[in-house]
């Protein structure tokens, strides 16, 4: 059995615009087995005994997106957000892989055995693939083998208090320990961190903005970042990747780590890309993040180092938490829960802005596809329209408008910064491994449809 999608623009690898061809994925297997240059309308398809055909037209066929770094918090915090909930905005955003951050559920992945409570949570729930990373925290050093082992794509480690007593912070001597612990492996920070030389901010104004941003300075950033290019030059077999960068002040770091052979990747949000510090109202606290959304000339050096590859990907760090946990009849930005709710709305924020900046599809596709998938080491089967890959299509309508409202967010809590907004980029069917995960004609895009997304 087959599944054949033609349309007049698909993006295949290497092209920076999308031209004419057509896909085919075997079903059995979820593989692609062919692709070939050329649009062959629906009456070719119809003729050619194909078992399911799609002609999309002009509309876009482009590969699956994979967001490597969400927080679906289940186990134990699926009032939050949840594993069915979580997957169906995925799908409906067109991400067809997502990547589960250890932090938020509880018990938090940091041992094999919290892993494989995690992945009972998610079976059956998952309508997108679904993999995991690992924690690194104080003394667990011992359960990070093990845990790759058991299926981890590598670990996330917070260098600053994470308000989290499940996942506290680890030091400098911690990460020694972890580190040689570890063989061609990676490690993902939360690259802040707190120390002598970083400036004392006292909290005024609990509902200013400003107050907040003030806080959480870009010098702790740089502090973190200096500390993590030092530690990949003494384990170079450990890949670091500094976690949603916010700071453009640490990019001559980075850049010069890089230009050094440093095995160092960088990763930024959508938030930190479609939004400015200037423009958020006080006590608006569905904006409040950490690192924190700083200033419109910040966000242009972001895009700046996005462009020259300085910065390799752009994820959702999707991470919601109940509503009343964001305190918003008071507004007070040092008490509210921090994350920004974005999930299924990453391709149409980064289209809408970065056609403003002369942005191609191809480079989007690359950073929120291409360089996912090798962060998470799916490079191989994720990412790319291409032969032996999987069949992870996502059928888009680059000119259509909405306005985002409630009815455009299937996660669970719906609060984000971006209701209100105007984006560009309309997802209209996705495909998981040929299987149709999403059809914006259906009611509500999933009625019918049954969730057959793998843990991977």
Known sequence: MLLTVTSRNVLLPDFDLPRPATINVDLKTGKIIGVSLGYIGDDACKNSGDSYFVDA???VVLP?????????????NQDWEGFWTGTQAAAAGGVTTLIDMPVDSSPPTTTPRNLANKR??????????????????PQNQAELGPLLSAGVRGFK????????????????????????????????FHAEMQTTSS????RLISRSYQEFLSSRPQELEVDAITLIASLQAMYPSVSCHIAHLSAAAALPIIRAAKDCGSKISVETCFHYLCLSA????????????????????????????????TIDCVISDHSPCLIEMKGLEHGDFMEAWGGVSSLGLGLSLLWTEGRKRGISLGQIIRWMSIKTAELAGLSGTKGQLKVGHDGDLVI??????????????YFKNKLTPYEGMTLRGLVHKTFVRGRLAYDSTLQDGFTGLQPSGELL
């Open 64 to 76: 699956g997106l994979v967001d490597a770094h969400v927080h679906l918090e289940e186990p134990g």
């Open 120 to 137: 009972r949570s998610a079976r059956g729930q998952c309508w997108v693939d679904v993999g995991f990373w690992g924690g690194a925290i």
């Open 396 to 409: 888009w309508d680059p000119e259509a408008e909405f306005k985002v409202s409630r009815e455009h967010l």
């Open 57 to 59: 037209g002009d509309k």
């Open 278 to 309: 200037e423009d958020i109202p006080d006590g608006a606290t569905e904006y409040k993040c950490t690192p924190p959304i700083r200033e419109d000339s910040n966000r242009n050096l972001l895009w700046d180092a996005l462009v020259d590859g």
């Open 157 to 188: 480690c917070f260098l600053i208090d994470t308000g989290i007593e499940e996942f506290p912070r680890v030091s400098e001597s911690d990460l020694h320990a972890h580190m040689s612990h570890l063989q061609n492996s990676l490690m993902i």
């Open 199 to 202: 400036p004392a901010r006292h």
